[in-house]
């Protein structure tokens, strides 16, 4: 198998680079005339796989609206991430998931390995120590799997401890990009795109400097939280537009159930965001 960051490279190539959102948010649901149980919760699932199957590069299931049902929940979770790794779509679980030891790698196990969870990829939480996140990194270079490790987020509470500065001046956020740009530089070849990559909002007025990241930057808050194609513009320098992963799924979501409004606003989304792989 490939690496997850030559795989993504290549779907973002073929199909734009936009990551669609699986958000079940109880609010979604009601709006889509579905019950709020794990029925409802699996009509919702099947009908997002339909739409975006085969159609984006990522698609980023937010495991919290699944968890919420319990083991219901979960068992749809397996199914939806099945059915779309089957069909070739490659899958990142928002698990955001942090911890250490053993426990970080059942971790890495559930969501990097090949049982009912298995993703391509998983988002993870650094602020343990960057040095916490050992089991992932290495489970996902052994499985060829990818991780995506929190760096800026656009949440105001997030900047308490991104923006927090070290002795040599760096920001904490900055830290931990250069954490992953090490990642890249040690396992992967210079010619290919790295597989752990970062998270950085999209709404963002100033990104830590990502230029030596050799990965993919996830770039979640397009749409509904106000970024799109003038914010990422705005935080990303020229040599650094074709890494950027812009995420959205309340603007893609709220135009469901209708497979076909789901498929057409991914278009127009994908189109939007083009320039980004020119």
Not at 32 to 45: I, N, R
């Amino acid at each position: 198998m490939t690496t997850f960051g030559s795989r993504l490279r290549r779907a973002m190539q073929r199909l734009g680079p936009v990551c669609v959102g699986i958000d079940p948010h109880p609010n979604l649901v009601r709006s889509w005339g579905l019950t709020e149980d794990v029925a409802g919760l699996a009509q919702f699932a099947e009908i997002c796989v339909s739409a975006f199957e085969g159609r984006v590069a990522l698609v980023k299931p937010q495991v919290a609206f699944f968890e919420a049902y319990g083991s219901g929940g979960i068992a749809v979770l397996e199914d939806a991430i099945g059915a779309l790794r089957a069909s070739g779509t490659l899958v990142v679980a928002d698990a955001k998931r942090g911890d250490i030891g053993s426990t970080m790698d059942a971790y890495a196990h559930t969501w990097l390995a090949d049982g009912p969870l298995g993703s391509d990829a998983v988002t993870v939480s650094p602020y343990l120590g960057f040095g916490s996140l050992a089991p992932a990194l290495t489970r996902a270079r052994v499985n060829d799997r990818g991780v995506f490790v929190l760096a800026a987020t656009s949440n105001p509470e997030g900047r308490q401890v991104q923006h927090a500065a070290a002795s040599d001046g760096r920001t904490v956020a900055q830290m931990m990009v250069d954490e992953v740009a090490a990642c890249n530089r040690a396992t992967e070849h210079d010619s290919e795109f790295g597989s752990v990559g970062v998270v950085v909002g999209a709404t963002l007025t100033q990104a830590p400097d990502l230029s030596a990241l050799g990965g993919p930057i996830l770039m979640p808050g397009v749409g509904a939280q106000g970024g799109g194609p003038d914010t990422i513009r705005g935080l990303l320098p020229e040599s650094m537009l074709a890494s950027a992963v812009p995420t959205v799924s309340r603007e893609v979501l709220q135009v469901g159930p209708g497979v076909p409004a789901l498929r057409a606003m991914v278009r127009e989304l994908q189109d939007g965001f083009a320039f980004l792989q020119n």
